[in-house]
């Protein structure tokens, strides 16, 4: 593996982190011949403690040059890293942006039809978006929201898009799974909710379509601790005791028609909505183990699933084997995974369905990618080792979460990180 190209993109704001962390789904993407991403920027260039306002780019791959726009109607002040953006495109050439939420209404922008189709560059312009939205359009029908987090985009191989997101609190909200078709160009519901929380909520790790022609969505339990009696119902904050020493288990749900019906591990099929009382459970961790809620996922190409999380202080890799249902639980490389420290992505390699790369976060701003196999030169399965994942880069001086281009299909990982200020 070696690095292809080291490209600046823009000033990271001050504050708390709101770009590069782990939970945008996604923030840089690939669709057709053309790569996106979107970001937060100083409102004003010379005070990155300034506002906020939005900015998407896109180049024409394989290296093109970036050309961004920045939408000026609307400023994000909140000081507040759970309030990123989120962005997906679908099979019609609509871009879809949804930001700034922590408990809050939706804040949703969409482009024209066929703008991520177009390779003209008079297209790529701020008039080709239209405004801030406080709801979702249905067929004869507006879907309103006033509680919304962690929003969530999956292009399916039709061309529809997936959105997913909590309603709800933290420990105490609900996830909601919608539906954009590229047809009639409108949202609809298809399971709201999905999973119910019953005095806790679920953490997704992510939400991903495999080759299998599934859809795999695992998670973490948080249970929830009364923290606001005498305070207003609609405050949100960075941190508080509802945090992840709360997290306990591992979780996992697949769905073999684009989210309408869902299976266990052991391909049961689950009444909806999925609570803590399903049994959808798949590892057992306690809490106060170290979890930290919506690390990382992927489905390989022989629909083996993985997640990437960490207990008692260390970095570990989940595998459910797709011929026997097993799970297999391996640390990774004795690599220190502190409760509060940056979450980190696991990648299934396009071409090579028994590769895998982690790319981990370290104390210090360090930043590693690994790589490893999810079978042996035997073509068995592994059986817990944690010394089967090489180094193949190290880098200093980045102190974001990493997130990565899922849909790029050229065998190149495009991933996008933060440097650090120290």
């Known amino acids: 593996m070696s690095i292809v190209n080291n490209i600046e993109l823009g000033i990271d704001p001050n504050g708390w982190r709101i770009n590069c962390c ?61 309030n990123i953006i989120s962005m997906g495109i679908s099979g019609d050439g609509i871009i879809h942006m949804a930001w700034d939420m922590h408990g809050d209404g939706i804040h949703y922008r969409q482009s024209r039809e066929r703008l991520a189709l177009s390779e003209t560059e008079e297209d790529w312009c701020i008039s080709s978006f239209g405004k801030v939205l406080d709801s979702l359009q ?37 996830e909601y799974l919608y539906r954009f078709s590229s047809t009639t160009h409108t949202w609809y519901e298809v399971v709201t909710p999905l999973i119910q929380g019953v005095g806790n909520n679920a953490y997704i790790h992510g939400l991903d ?21 005498g305070v207003n119902d609609r405050e949100t904050s960075q941190a508080g005791p509802n945090g992840p020493e709360n997290n306990h288990d591992l979780h996992y749900v697949y769905s073999p028609d684009e989210g309408c019906t869902w299976y266990n591990g052991k391909h049961e099929k689950l009444n909806l909505p999925i609570n803590v009382s399903s049994p959808t459970l798949a590892i057992k961790i306690p809490k106060h183990s170290g979890i930290m809620n919506q690390e990382g996922q992927c489905v390989d190409g022989n629909g083996g699933f993985h997640v990437l999380g960490r207990e008692n202080g260390y970095y570990f890799h989940y595998y459910l084997n797709p011929i026997n249902g097993q799970w297999l639980r391996r640390k990774i490389n004795n690599y220190i995974g502190k409760l509060f420290g940056a979450r980190g992505k696991i990648v299934c390699h396009n071409s090579n369905p ?69």
């Open 22 to 82: 782990s939970f945008q789904q996604d923030a840089i993407l690939t669709f057709g011949r053309y790569q996106y991403v979107s970001l937060y920027v100083p409102s004003y260039k010379d005070d990155p403690s300034s506002s906020r306002m939005t900015t998407i780019g896109r180049r024409k791959l394989p290296d093109g040059q970036w050309k961004f726009l920045t939408f000026r109607d609307y400023y994000q002040i909140k000081n507040d890293g759970h």
């Open 209 to 229: 379509y495999g080759t299998d022609k599934k859809l795999h969505m695992s998670w973490t339990y948080r249970d929830f601790i009364e923290d606001r009696v």
């Open 138 to 174: 249905g067929h004869g029908k507006e879907y309103v929201f006033h509680e919304i987090t962690y929003p969530r985009f999956l292009t399916l191989p039709c061309g529809d898009i997936l959105l997913e997101f909590r309603v709800g609190r933290s420990g105490l909200g609900d």
């Open 354 to 422: 028994n590769a895998i790369h982690a790319l981990i976060p370290l104390d210090g701003e360090k930043f590693v990618i690994l790589r490893s196999q999810v079978q042996d030169e035997k073509n068995l399965i592994y059986s817990g080792s944690n010394i089967d994942w090489k180094i193949l880069q190290t880098f200093e001086g980045l102190d974001g979460e990493p997130l990565y281009d899922r849909y790029r299909k050229d065998n190149i990982i495009s991933i996008l990180q933060r440097v650090g200020i120290h």
